[in-house]
C-alpha cells in the first residue's frame, strides 16, 4: 500500500477547524489538482468558486441549513456545473450549440466534471495534512446560494468543499462490503445474498452506533436510509435546473 492509497483509505469527513486560513499557495495547488482531474471529451464544464467574505460564508451556513464549519473552515470551495462558458464558445465560433448545451447528456457530464474535480481537490487537500468535507446542503436553497455567489445562466452550484486545518478525528464510519459493491461482469442480482449483505451490514453500522454514542444510538443503515428516502427533500430541483437552461432536451 502506497501513500496515496493510504490517503484515500483513512478518509474521514472533518467538521470542526483550527481557526486558520488556508494559504494562497495552499488555494492553488488544490484548484491546480482539481483541474488535473479527467474531463470528457476535454469540456471542462465546471467551475469553483472560493467564498472569503465572512458575511457571505455566514449566510451560506444558514442555508446549509445552520452547519457551523461551512462558516468556520480554512477556505470555502463551492463547485459549480458550468456550461455558460460553452454558451459563449458558440457566439465565439458561431456555432449552434444550444441545444446541446440543453441537453440532459451534456448536463450530466457538467455534473460529472465537476464532481471529478472535487475529488481530485478533496484528496489533495488530504495529503497535504488537511481535513475536508462535502456540503451538499447548500441546495437547500439554490436559487440565494446563486444570489450569493452570482452565478450566471447555465451554472448551477452542486456541492460545497470545506476545507481546513482539523480540529477533530472523529472515527470512519463503515462502508458497505466490497462484494455488495463490486459487480464482476454482471449485475448480482440474487436477492436474497443481496438482502443478506444488507443485514449484515446493519449490524456493521449498528455496533458502530452504539460505541460512538455509548449505547444511546442503534439504528441500522437501512432503517437510516429508508427514513432519508422517505422525506422528500430539494423537490424544486428540476424546475430549478430547467430555469437555468439546463437539462431541457
Not at 467574505?53 to 457551523?68: F, T, W
Not at 462558516?71 to 465565439?92: K, P, S, T, V, W
Not at 450530466?108 to 488537511?130: F, H, K, P, R, Y
Not at 486545518?165 to 459487480?183: E, G, T, V
Amino acid at each position: 500500500m502506497n501513500q496515496v492509497i493510504e490517503t484515500l483509505i483513512n478518509h474521514r469527513s472533518i467538521r470542526s477547524f483550527e481557526d486558520k486560513a488556508l494559504t494562497q499557495e495552499q488555494i492553488e495547488l488544490i484548484v491546480r489538482s482539481a483541474q488535473a482531474a479527467s474531463t470528457s471529451s476535454y469540456i471542462q464544464a465546471y467551475s469553483i468558486v472560493g467564498v472569503t467574505d465572512p458575511s457571505k460564508k455566514k449566510r451560506l451556513a444558514e442555508l446549509a441549513g445552520n452547519q457551523p464549519y461551512v462558516e468556520r473552515n480554512g477556505h470555502f470551495f463551492i463547485f459549480c456545473a458550468d456550461l455558460y462558458r460553452h454558451d459563449q464558445i458558440g457566439r465565439m465560433e458561431k456555432a449552434d450549440v444550444i441545444t446541446s448545451i440543453e441537453s440532459t447528456e451534456k448536463f450530466m457530464v457538467a455534473i460529472i466534471d465537476a464532481t471529478l474535480a472535487a475529488q481530485n481537490a478533496a484528496i489533495a487537500a488530504e495529503s497535504m495534512g488537511l481535513g475536508i468535507c462535502y456540503i451538499g446542503g447548500i441546495r437547500n436553497h439554490l436559487k440565494e446560494v446563486c444570489d450569493i455567489i452570482k452565478t450566471p445562466e447555465r451554472v448551477i452550484p452542486i456541492f460545497g468543499l470545506v476545507v481546513g486545518y482539523p480540529n477533530q478525528l472523529p472515527d470512519q464510519k463503515p462502508r458497505l462490503s466490497l462484494n455488495h459493491i463490486y459487480h464482476e461482469n454482471e449485475y448480482e442480482q440474487n436477492e436474497e445474498r443481496y438482502k443478506q449483505e444488507l443485514v449484515e451490514f446493519n449490524e456493521v453500522v449498528s455496533s458502530y452506533y452504539q460505541e460512538r454514542t455509548n449505547g444511546n444510538r442503534k439504528e441500522s443503515w437501512t432503517g437510516q436510509m429508508a427514513k432519508l428516502l422517505e422525506k422528500q427533500a430539494r423537490m424544486y430541483m428540476k424546475e430549478f435546473i430547467e430555469e437555468k437552461k439546463l437539462n431541457k432536451k
